[in-house]
């Protein structure tokens, strides 16, 4: 039977994810996130150049089904969301407005991760390398090392703090990791550099959430506690106004077919080498954090490995709320999937069951 999304997702789910950067609501009225651009659904296929005296190659194309179900998904959540399904080895991609930027959050964590291993197989870094994660070091919100940083810090390894950054989306060891490498603007030469297009990366964890916020960072808010205090005496008017602005404009905004183009580029090993691309992979199947986002669509024999990301929420608003991920069948055939939701006032339970119809979906069509 074909595959056919629900036209809600009302079932209500006993487990929630764990979040990147979870934060309270704000119990005031609700702000009126600005209406997305609707673009209709795209696909776009590649082919082989041939030769010219030789007929043209029969040009891959995701089935009619899968089209259909992508369309009805993104047209019918009540969101601004941005989704992208890129067939790695028949090299075709579904999007529904796939190209239009929105907060990763700790999508973003991605990147950094690449940038540590590039510079592994360039020999300016080893996953052993001991560093000390000091007090001033530490950041906002979910930062599971925290606990582990005292008054002298906290001595580890850069393998460690990777670890810790893409299984269980620590914060601080994400960002002490980015400025080991070079802070953002390496980040974003390494994009381009490798060729991943549609992705910007942001001022990193602690600046991205201050002025998300309406606020520019103080080196006294680290752990958090003082972000937290200055955010809740901010008017309800500022904080709306400057979460309208990120989202209008998100300082670290990537479309879904940027990041489903950085996915398949990582797995087919045209960003590190071998030993690398296996190591990022396996600790993005480690993933302890959104165990009921793309993953809920599993089938029995298939994998993901994968990225969230969760931003801030103000009354019922939330904001980047995300799920990245390579997508492997039992036969080894990969894809690229990216569910991105800009905002929307969707309860969890919702958002979730929109990212796992959209796994059931490639996976359905997988193995018609």
């Known amino acids: 039977m074909p595959f056919r999304p629900p036209l809600r997702a009302t079932t ?23 209406p997305p651009a609707t673009v209709p659904i795209s696909v776009e296929t590649t082919v082989p150049a041939a030769q010219p005296t030789r007929p043209l190659p029969t040009r891959p194309q995701p089935s009619a089904d899968l089209l259909n179900v992508i369309q009805a998904l993104g047209s019918g959540f009540d969101g601004a969301v941005g ?10 991609v579904i999007a529904w407005e796939g190209d239009r930027p929105r907060p990763q ?40 090392i925290r606990s582990l940083v ?21 914060n601080t060891c994400n960002d002490v990791l980015l400025w080991r490498v070079g802070g953002p603007a390496a980040i974003n030469r390494m994009l381009a550099r490798k060729g991943i297009t549609g992705v910007k990366f942001g001022p990193g964890e602690r600046q991205l959430q201050a002025r998300t916020a309406g606020l520019e960072w ?33 300082m670290d905004g990537a479309s879904a077919n940027g990041v489903t183009l950085g996915l398949a580029l990582l797995a ?27 993953k809920s669509g599993l089938r029995p024999g298939w994998t993901l490995a994968h990225k ?8 019922s608003l939330a904001t980047g709320y995300n799920d990245v991920g390579l997508l492997v ?11 991105m939701i800009a905002s929307t006032r969707q309860p969890i339970p919702a958002r979730m069951r929109l990212m796992g119809n959209v796994t059931r979906a490639v996976v359905a069509s997988a193995t018609r």
């Not at 989704?83 to 075709?92: K, L, N």
């Open 12 to 34: 209500a789910i006993a487990a929630a994810s764990l979040l990147a950067a979870c934060v309270p609501s704000v119990s005031q009225p609700v702000p009126t996130p600005p």
């Open 83 to 92: 989704i992208s399904v890129r067939d790695i080895d028949e090299g075709w």
């Open 105 to 144: 959050q700790s999508v973003s964590k991605l990147w950094v991760a690449i940038a540590v291993m590039d510079a592994v197989d360039r020999g300016q870094l080893s996953l052993s390398d001991p560093i000390t994660v000091k007090p001033s070091d530490l950041t906002v919100f979910h930062q599971p």
């Open 150 to 170: 005292g008054k002298t810090g906290y001595r580890t390894t850069i393998g460690e703090l990777l670890r810790g950054a893409m299984t269980r989306s620590d």
């Open 218 to 250: 103080r080196p006294e808010w680290a752990g958090g506690w003082g972000f937290l205090q200055a955010r809740a005496a901010m008017t309800y008017a500022a904080r709306d106004k400057a979460l309208r602005h990120y989202l209008a404009s998100p």
């Open 268 to 294: 087919e090993g045209k960003l590190l080498t071998p030993r690398s691309t296996a190591s990022l992979l396996t600790l993005m199947r480690s993933s302890k954090t959104g165990p009921l986002r793309l």
């Open 308 to 315: 969230t990301g969760t931003g801030q929420e103000l009354g």
């Open 329 to 339: 069948a039992p036969d080894g055939h990969r894809y690229a999937v990216a569910v």
